[in-house]
T-cell receptor
Framework: EPEVTQTPSHQVTQMGQEVILRCVPI?????FYWYRQILGQKVEFLVSFYNNEISEKSEIFDDQFSVERPDGSNFTLKIRSTKLEDSAMYFC???????????FGPGTRLLVL | GENVEQHPSTLSVQEGDSAVIKCTYS??????FPWYKQELGKRPQLIIDIRSNVGEKKDQRIAVTLNKTAKHFSLHITETQPEDSAVYFCAPSRGGGSYIPTFGRGTSLIVHP
């Protein structure tokens, strides 16, 4: 069964550094998402992406964040200048249709020191 | 935005008992009602979902019931097993062009052998 994959599984970075989190959505899916989950808390929506542009974004997704689909398979989340409060698990998800089930990747645990 | 509440926050049962988790939401336009299971350190995984034109859906030991008038839906697990122990999230979303789920804070289910 196809799955969403994410790399790296863990990333440790210094405050102020840029990080890029990578996702490979399921191959025939058209809609892509990033979520974050601070340890012990609920999953929070960051951004959705369709047809090579952002569809929706939350208040969390400020100018420090950007997303890109650089090729036909990867979907990336960039944090330009990381802050301590960016430490969280970041999940990528994808689905085929806007009303269809979203499938989550295994997550990248980001730790900002 | 959507206000989502889950109750209880923690539920402890004996193996074989039933468990019920309730999710209330505020947006009357919500029309898709999924439940996700998240084991410790892992990705959220959809376990069951229901759409607004259906009142109840069952899949083996798991069922979801929806009361659109009262704006709540519930997850029912019968004959609980230790492997059901996890955090369960509801994540309703609405139509009208936005299908972004709003996750509840989660319910930690502990099934004692």
């Amino acid at each position: 069964e196809p799955e969403v994959t994410q790399t790296p599984s863990h990333q440790v970075t210094q405050m102020g550094q840029e990080v890029i989190l990578r996702c490979v959505p399921i191959s025939n899916h058209l809609y892509f998402y990033w979520y974050r989950q601070i340890l012990g808390q609920k999953v929070e929506f960051l951004v959705s992406f369709y047809n090579n542009e952002i569809s929706e974004k939350s208040e969390i997704f400020d100018d420090q964040f950007s997303v890109e689909r650089p090729d036909g398979s990867n979907f990336t989340l960039k944090i330009r200048s990381t802050k301590l409060e960016d430490s969280a698990m970041y999940f990528c998800a994808s689905n085929y249709g806007i009303q269809e089930t979203q499938y989550f990747g295994p997550g990248t645990r980001l730790l900002v020191l | 935005g959507e206000n989502v509440e889950q109750h209880p926050s923690t539920l402890s049962v004996q193996e074989g008992d039933s468990a019920v988790i309730k999710c209330t939401y505020s947006d009357s336009a919500s029309n898709y009602f999924p439940w996700y299971k998240q084991e410790l350190g892992k990705r959220p995984q959809l376990i069951i979902d229901i759409r607004s034109n259906v009142g109840e859906k069952k899949d083996q030991r798991i069922a979801v019931t929806l009361n659109k008038t009262a704006k709540h839906f519930s997850l029912h697990i019968t004959e609980t097993q230790p492997e059901d122990s996890a955090v369960y999230f509801c994540a309703p979303s609405r139509g009208g062009g936005s299908y972004i789920p709003t996750f509840g804070r989660g319910t930690s289910l502990i099934v004692h052998p």
